[in-house]
Nanobody, 129 residues
Framework: QVQLVESGGGLVQFGDSLRLSCVAS????????MGWFRQAPGKERELVAA??????????YYADSVKGRFAISRDNAKNTVFLQMNSLKPEDTAVYYC????????????????????WGQGTQVTVSS
């Protein structure tokens, strides 16, 4: 079973950038769809971005609210997935969670909340106006 540890959150101002990192251990990272979710107070956890384990045949996924501002990437050699967040807005304020789902389908970006195999502990991102 894979374990995930996030880092990189913090308090920033409107328009700033942050990069979140998530290091995986204990599993075959290169066979996991990886995703970043976020959860704001009083709201449901939502998928922000996802990346398949085979970039040669798969595409990344982004929620409409972050398209053009956020970028997900992964380094399978280092068992790490990143979320580069640019042009941050106050509405991006949330706890961000890294998530993994094992799949044999290399191009899949399917990672429903109920099918996640492992969650990170979460990292707080706060954007002030």
């Amino acid at each position: 079973q894979v374990q995930l540890v996030e880092s990189g959150g913090g308090l920033v101002q409107f328009g700033d950038s942050l990069r979140l990192s998530c290091v995986a251990s204990g599993g075959t990272f290169s066979r996991y769809v990886m995703g970043w979710f976020r959860q704001a107070p009083g709201k449901e956890r939502e998928l922000v971005a996802a990346i398949p384990w085979s970039r040669s045949i798969g595409r990344t996924y982004y929620a409409d609210s972050v398209k053009g501002r956020f970028a997900i990437s992964r380094d399978n050699a280092k068992n790490t997935v990143f979320l580069q967040m640019n042009s941050l807005k106050p509405e991006d304020t949330a706890v961000y969670y890294c998530a993994a789902r094992y799949t044999s389908v290399g191009f899949s970006v399917e990672i429903p909340v109920g099918s996640v195999d492992a969650w990170g502990q979460g990292t707080q991102v706060t954007v002030s106006s």
